[in-house]
């Protein structure tokens, strides 16, 4: 083959090979960031690249909410605690506000009469897994029997479904996000946090857990108010710190105008609205079970003559 045709085939197969990339790119994109009217959407990519985006429907990832309106969002994790939740719950309703709690599955066991409490009074319960293991650090499979035994145990306690979700210290991986999807859930994320958190053990410690067993009400209070813009979903744990810093904060942020939204609420004011009923009656195997499961009554045998021989035992 003389040279020049045999550059023109070379450069015929570079190009087949440049254009089949560019469809798979394509084809990639088009399902990782939700259809291709975001994939050649500029806005798109400078909201995504600069942390703006409000909510990414190739994975369902709430990640703000809308900031034409100066709602913010209450959540609070790791409940329920017997010494905070309770608290919280009084502080919300004495304020005529509702709030959103990511409980875990070992706490919902502990104390189902406290999940009952936030769904009867209008606040939102979403799903922080069953034992708050960090999700990256597992099998898919386990991933997902990790979501499904938190959901078990709120609708044992309460008879609705899960549909919010939130990730532990939200770690996660793009496989992890898309199963959370494919299980019909939210992945909700937060952008203000009050260093509340309280480490129940006190292995590894990193700062934050440090500042969080060393915090205050007015520490907590403090962080929140001075870092709230329109649209932020505030990140807070249940514990009897963050009950205390509740009331100056919503007195703070109301004077300032600002409104208080559940989860669903905010996803609802979204520019393009996603609707999500949080806490949907369960209709499977799970619901109106009750948590403990009853036990069967003992029916004592009536007694009646002599007790039947005992059959002596066999070498
Ligand atoms: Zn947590």
Request: charged share 20%.
């Amino acid at each position: 083959m003389s040279e020049p045709r045999k550059s023109k085939k070379t450069l015929a197969i570079s190009l087949s090979a440049i254009c089949l990339l560019l469809v798979g790119v394509l084809l990639y994109l088009r399902k990782v960031e939700g259809g291709l009217s975001n994939v050649f959407s500029l806005e798109y990519w400078q909201n995504h690249f600069n942390g703006l985006e409000m909510y990414r429907p190739s994975v369902s990832y709430f990640t703000r909410g809308n900031d034409q309106f100066k709602d913010v969002c209450l959540t609070f994790d790791d409940g329920p605690h017997l010494k905070g939740a309770p608290l919280i719950l009084d502080a919300l309703k004495k304020e005529g506000i509702h709030g959103t709690f990511f409980v875990v599955g070992i706490r919902v066991k502990e104390h189902p009469e406290l999940v009952k409490r936030m769904i009867a009074e209008g606040n939102e319960v979403g799903n922080h897994t069953q034992d708050h293991i960090r999700l990256d650090t597992l099998p898919l499979k386990n991933v997902k029997a990790e979501i499904r035994n938190c959901e078990i145990n709120v609708e044992r306690a309460t008879g609705r479904r899960v549909m919010l979700f939130r990730p532990p210290g939200m770690r996660v991986t793009h496989d992890i996000m898309l199963a959370v999807k494919g299980m019909g859930l939210t992945t909700v994320g937060w952008n203000v946090g009050a260093h509340d958190f309280i480490p129940p053990a006190a292995k590894n410690m990193t700062q934050d857990m440090i500042d969080g067993m060393n915090t205050t009400p007015n520490q907590v209070a403090e962080r929140v108010i001075s870092n709230v813009k329109p649209g932020v979903i505030i990140l807070l744990h249940d514990n009897p710190v963050t009950a205390a810093a509740l009331p100056a904060i919503i007195a703070d942020l109301r004077k300032k105008g600002y409104g208080f939204k559940t989860v669903s609420e905010m996803l609802s004011k979204l520019p393009k609205p996603i609707k999500v009923v949080a806490n949907p009656i369960a209709t499977d195997r799970y619901a109106n079970i009750g948590f403990p499961p009853p036990a069967a009554p003992v029916v004592k045998p009536a007694v009646v003559g002599t007790a039947p021989a005992v059959k002596p035992a066999t070498k």
